[in-house]
């Protein structure tokens, strides 16, 4: 999949573990492990701001774009 979910990058920088983050942003351990293990197909945008408020950064630092080489575009 062409998009990156870079959480555990933020949570590394922000010092954050997972159970911290999941019950400050108010969803369960096993779906945040589901974002940043770039299982996730779909964020909710309510989500996505808990996430950018709770580790102070934007959403570009979490989600990144990264075309797949089948699709005949170069990384």
């Known amino acids: 999949m062409p998009i990156n979910v870079n959480l555990d990058v933020m949570m590394a920088k922000r ?5 911290e983050l999941a019950e400050k ?6 779906n945040l492990s589901i974002l940043k293990n ?14 950018c408020r709770a580790l102070d950064c ?6 990144e774009y990264q075309p797949d080489a089948a699709d005949g575009t170069a990384r």
């Open 15 to 19: 010092h954050i573990g997972a159970g």
């Open 58 to 63: 934007q959403p570009g630092d979490i989600l």
């Open 25 to 30: 942003i108010g969803i369960t351990p096993a």
């Open 38 to 51: 770039n299982k996730a197909k779909a964020v909710r945008f309510t989500t996505l701001e808990a996430l």
